[in-house]
């Protein structure tokens, strides 16, 4: 059987770079890794790191669709594997009313393929080619649930007691998150290929606002990305992620700001910090200090790590 | 040059092995996947290389440090020396056969899994200050004690499941049910089936201050921790002092003489200063995991912090947004003049749902009624 495969470790960097997602080796390497042995991908990060665009990318490079399954506290069978449609059984046995047949014959009519509702994981299990399956935000469904899931990815069957066991044709890719509001199960980390993303580095930060920021000037994506990186040492109750960079910036933008200063970072301050205190600390003297450093290592050309290193320091008084 | 895949198949398990020694969750599984990658990549170039063994072998980010670390000193410090004195090294096998589960290393390690595990260090006090003596125990104490954690336990650790049985009477309906009863009797009415939610446990969370302030207590309250550990299983127990140990596998024992002996022996710093806020600090980086919003955090300490109030403030205040529920019970509350007005406790008490004394039976009666009162569980809906 031929599958699809995504080349090398370089090819889907270009791959990856021209769906508009700056990634480095490491991403696509576990990517790569994933689509070749066939194994699920764990993904674990911080809010707001890129973790859900990997599926979405991945399943734009191999073709496929992508099927979501957004966990949530309380996510049940109903709502991730299947249901009945019910209105639809209802109006059969009106139309049938009279029609002479038994209830056995009836019964079996409306618990029958037609009558049924696939949700995403029974959707990704009879798709007519391998699709990527996404399971957002893992984390928060609760054991009982990460047991059945663990099942159905080691066997690729479900079993609906009406029609009996439906077997996958094709076995998905397999996308998970997690952002580690709860440990996960041994067995379900064993079972995946794992990668962790973390906060993006000055360089990587720098190259998604240009990219993702149509008509920003190279100095202020600039001082944004350092500005983000002196943010990210505070002690902050929510640290904000890439998304939050990629709002801030629209703002400034918007605002039109050519250069970070007291007065335009306050103004947005509600882009980046989502807690009052973290909002507090933010507004207080160094705010000041990190605008200093900023504007001083972008006017005198000094080497980016020295002034990279000032900036973490700063965060700690 | 064609990579030697017959020496490289043992040095990734011999890799996999010492990573597992120390603590990262790998086995033969990982080593396999991590072979199967290696042929996927291309294995001359190091950074390649190093992605493929790392996207194979750990699991979780506690362990990348691990990798890191052991990757430099194997596979770029180490490799030149050790390759030396092995001349014996097994013939260059296929790519495709070096790979495979069946290669010898990968059975051997098999085999020796469980050397393996004792490889691992065993734990050793470090802090050996003073070790308690539980002789003392009034046996009519103890029952009393424990009938009353088991209703307390069984008022904190109830909630509802998602999932549903056959009820005669509720407020759900059971479509599925309904519509073949409505089958069944040819189109007319016949009635509704219902079904009702399950009753599901909480887990539960004990963290206990057994440091020199808590002394005449912690005997009494480790029967606490004792008590409703056997009455629920699903509880984790901590106990601290100046720093955090997990309990739930000494205390998980049928006999309570064996696992307090163990207990005694296996806890450091007994009777010790008390960082609360550390501690909880603690908990949190190491087993935060454990939290989650069908999670009861049960604390019993008497909120004499000798650390910094700020650290147990913030540990609190992410201990509380975390878990369904927070109570505390301190144990010198029932004690006449006592307020709580120890710096660590006024911290503390803004996160706290329920404030409770646990000094004696009596107290332990009463906590049962208030939660009798009011339902713990997160209300639903």
Redesign the interface.
């Known amino acids: 059987m031929s599958r699809p495969t995504l080349g090398?470790?370089e090819q889907i960097l270009a791959a990856l770079a021209q769906e508009g997602y700056i990634a480095d080796?490491?991403i696509a390497?576990?990517i790569?890794?994933s689509v070749?042995?066939h194994?699920p991908l764990?993904v674990?990060g911080a809010a707001g790191v890129g973790k859900t665009e990997i599926a979405k990318v991945m399943a734009r490079a191999l073709d496929t669709d992508l099927i979501r399954l957004q966990c949530y506290?309380?996510l049940?069978v109903n709502t991730a594997l299947y249901e009945?449609n019910?209105q639809k059984?209802?109006l059969r046995?009106r139309l049938e009313?009279g029609s002479g047949r038994t209830?056995e014959e009836?019964?079996q009519t409306?618990f029958s393929e037609p009558f049924l509702l696939r949700r995403p994981l029974l959707q990704a299990i009879t798709h007519p080619r391998a699709p990527v399956l996404l399971v957002d935000e893992i984390d928060r469904v609760?054991e009982?649930f990460e047991a059945f899931l663990l099942e159905l990815l080691s066997d690729w069957q479900i079993t609906i007691p009406e029609i009996g066991t439906i077997r996958a044709q094709h076995v998905p890719y397999v996308v998970l998150t997690s952002n580690?509001?709860?440990?996960?199960s041994?067995a379900l980390?064993?079972r995946?290929?794992?990668?962790?993303i973390d906060y993006p580095s000055f360089e990587k930060e720098l190259a998604i606002v240009l990219r993702k920021v149509p008509g920003i000037s190279r100095q202020l994506a600039e001082q944004i990305a350092a500005f983000l990186h002196a943010v990210r040492a505070l002690d902050l109750q929510k640290v904000p992620g890439v998304a939050e960079t990629l709002d801030w910036s629209a703002a400034l933008l918007r605002l039109h700001r050519d250069h970070l200063d007291r007065e335009a970072v306050e103004r947005t301050l509600g882009c980046l910090f989502k807690h009052h205190e973290d909002q507090r600390v933010a507004r207080g003297p160094w705010l000041d200090r990190v605008l200093a450093v900023i504007a001083d290592a972008q006017r005198d050309g000094q080497s980016l790590q020295a002034a990279l290193d000032r900036l973490e320091r700063l965060a700690r008084g | 040059m064609r990579p030697d895949f017959g020496s490289l198949t043992e040095h990734v398990v011999e890799f996999s092995r010492r990573l597992r020694a120390r603590g990262v969750l790998c086995g033969p599984a990982e080593t396999a996947d991590a072979l199967r990658a290696l042929r996927a990549v291309n294995v001359l170039d190091r950074e390649a290389f190093r992605l493929a063994l790392r996207t194979t072998l750990p699991h979780r980010r506690e362990d990348l440090g691990v990798f890191d670390a052991l990757f430099v000193a194997y596979w770029q410090t180490g490799l030149a020396q050790r390759s030396e004195g092995q001349e014996d090294r097994p013939e260059p096998q296929a790519v495709a056969e070096a790979a495979s589960l069946g290669t010898p290393s990968l059975r051997r390690w098999a085999e020796e899994a469980t050397e393996g595990e004792q490889e691992l260090p065993g734990y050793s006090p470090v802090e050996v200050l003073s070790r308690k003596d539980f002789s003392s125990f009034r046996e009519d104490e103890l029952d009393v004690i424990a009938r009353l954690v088991v209703a307390i336990a069984r008022r904190i650790a109830t909630r509802w499941s998602r999932r549903r049985r056959r009820a005669r009477r509720s407020h759900l309906l059971d479509m599925r049910r309904t519509l073949r009863l409505h089958l069944r009797w040819g189109g007319e009415f016949p009635g509704l089936a219902f079904q009702r939610r399950k009753v599901r446990k909480h887990r539960v969370v004990l963290l206990c201050d057994v440091s020199g302030s808590m002394d005449v207590y912690s005997r009494f309250l480790i029967q606490f921790v004792y008590a409703l550990q056997d009455a629920l299983g699903r509880v984790e127990s901590f106990v601290f002092s100046t720093s955090l140990t997990r309990v739930t596998e000494e205390l998980r024992t049928r006999s309570l003489r064996a696992a307090l002996d163990r207990l005694s022996q296996r806890v450091p710093n007994w009777s010790g200063g008390t960082k609360i806020g550390s501690s909880l600090r603690q908990f949190l980086d190491r087993y935060g995991g454990l939290l989650d919003r069908h999670t009861v955090v049960l604390i019993v300490s008497d909120g004499w912090d000798t650390g910094e109030v700020e650290v147990l403030r913030r540990a609190m205040q992410e201990i509380r947004s975390r878990a369904a529920r927070v109570i505390w019970l301190n144990p010198l509350l029932g004690s006449p003049g006592y307020q709580p007005l120890t710096r660590g406790m006024q911290a503390a008490l803004p996160y706290v749902h329920v404030f409770a004394s646990a000094h004696n039976a009596d107290s332990l009666r009463e906590l049962e009624r208030v939660l009798a009162r009011g339902r713990v569980g997160r209300p639903r809906r």
């Open positions: 090398d470790v080796r490491e390497t576990a790569y890794l070749e042995l194994k764990l674990e506290e309380g049940d009945w019910y059984q209802m046995i009313e209830p009836k019964e409306i609760d009982e580690r509001t709860r440990e996960l041994d980390r064993r995946c290929l794992y990668l962790w």
